[in-house]
């Protein structure tokens, strides 16, 4: 079964296009379910929340290349924000591409990243069992941590460990250099310049044909 990790982010965007990436990740996740596709969002323990600079989703199915193909690029909602009642803005834009992990320059070395197995327990569905098969990735210079324990195996796990801290450390490069092109990993000033692949309009994210 094909399995692809999807990174929604709202880039160098205010709270607004935050809100957004969170809105779309459950979007997509409930157009997947129409086309028979396995989607989840991917978080780290005890996050939640209604805005999130990025997001990562998982998905798997047999026909999920179209599906992430067609959602992969510039995202738009169209809207009143929903912080700022008076503000005239109404289009706001979030990227959605296709992580790579082969062909991510990451700025880290496998050595600088001490793993450690934690017991399956807490979120997480029907993956979750009683064997230590979650495991906390530590970026040893910064102090990074993340955690997965969406996958079964400890092996998969510490991949999905990997992705996360590939996508933390390029959006804080992302962050901090606003002003550099970068490819999948650009953010919301060049989305403004793209053509949309997908329009959604409202507050129930209809699909803007």
């Known amino acids: 079964m094909n399995e692809i990790f999807m990174h929604i982010s709202a880039g160098s965007g205010p709270k607004e296009c935050q809100w957004v990436v969170a809105k779309l990740a459950h979007v997509f ?54 912080f700022r009642k008076n503000h005239k803005r109404k289009n706001w834009f979030v990227g959605a591409s296709v992580v790579n992990l082969k062909e991510t320059n990451i700025d880290f070395k496998e050595s600088d990243i001490r793993y450690q197995a934690m017991k399956a327990s807490g979120p997480g569905g029907q ?65 403004e310049r793209g053509n949309a692949v997908r329009i959604y309009e409202g507050p129930k994210f209809k699909l803007k044909s």
């Not at 028979?36 to 780290?44: A, F, G, M, P, W």
């Not at 102090?143 to 590939?166: D, M, P, T």
Request: aromatic letters at 4%; proline letters at 3%.
């Open 29 to 82: 996740i409930k157009e997947a379910r129409q086309e028979k596709i396995n989607c989840e969002i991917v978080l780290d323990d005890n996050e939640v929340s209604k805005t999130y600079p990025s997001l990562l989703l998982k998905m798997s199915g047999k026909h999920v290349r179209t599906f992430v193909r067609a959602r992969t690029g510039s995202i738009q909602w169209i809207g009143q924000s929903p």
């Open 127 to 191: 993956h979750v069992n009683a064997t230590h098969s979650a495991v906390r990735a530590t970026h040893t210079p910064t102090g990074i941590s993340v955690v997965a324990r969406e996958e079964r195996s400890q092996h998969a796990n510490k991949r999905l460990c990997q992705i996360k801290l590939a996508i933390i450390f390029k959006d804080k490069q992302s962050a901090s250099h606003d002003k550099i092109k970068q490819n999948q990993w650009q953010q919301n000033h060049n989305l």
